[in-house]
């Protein structure tokens, strides 16, 4: 079993930044692919970023590519959600995720372990 516990979030203006985090616990992270998704009110949960248990391979959705960076630290099993050039659009609840297969990939249902989520608001 893994845990996962995200932070960072709040309430920030456009254009702003902020950086999510994503503590793991119960299984060598290492062996984890780790996504970021977000579900907006009255909206399904999407997918905005992954990347690959080494840290070498990354995905991003177009929606956040040049504005998002998603980043690990296998030494302190956390992978992290930078989020610069923020938009009133990425107001939405966002959660980690890991994946204890091999690959890496955006499917929801490739994921086997959720956080809470943490809330990001973006005023105009």
């Known amino acids: 079993q893994v845990q996962l516990v995200e932070s960072g979030g709040g309430l920030v203006q456009a254009g702003g930044s902020l950086r999510l985090s994503c503590a793991a616990s119960g299984r060598t992270f290492s062996s984890l692919s780790m996504g970021w998704f977000r579900q907006a009110p009255g909206k399904e949960r999407d997918f905005v970023a992954v990347?690959?248990?080494?840290?070498?391979?990354?995905i991003y959705v177009d929606s956040v590519k040049d504005r998002f960076t998603i980043s690990r630290d296998n030494a302190k099993s956390t992978v992290y959600l930078q989020m610069n050039s923020l938009k009133p659009e990425d107001t939405a609840v966002y959660y980690c995720?890991?994946?204890?297969?091999?690959?890496?990939?955006?499917?929801?249902?490739?994921?086997?372990?959720w956080g809470q989520g943490t809330q990001v608001t973006v005023s105009s």
């Open positions: 990347i690959s248990r080494s840290g070498g391979n990354t």
């Open positions: 995720a890991a994946d204890k297969d091999p690959g890496y990939g955006r499917h929801y249902n490739r994921y086997d372990y």
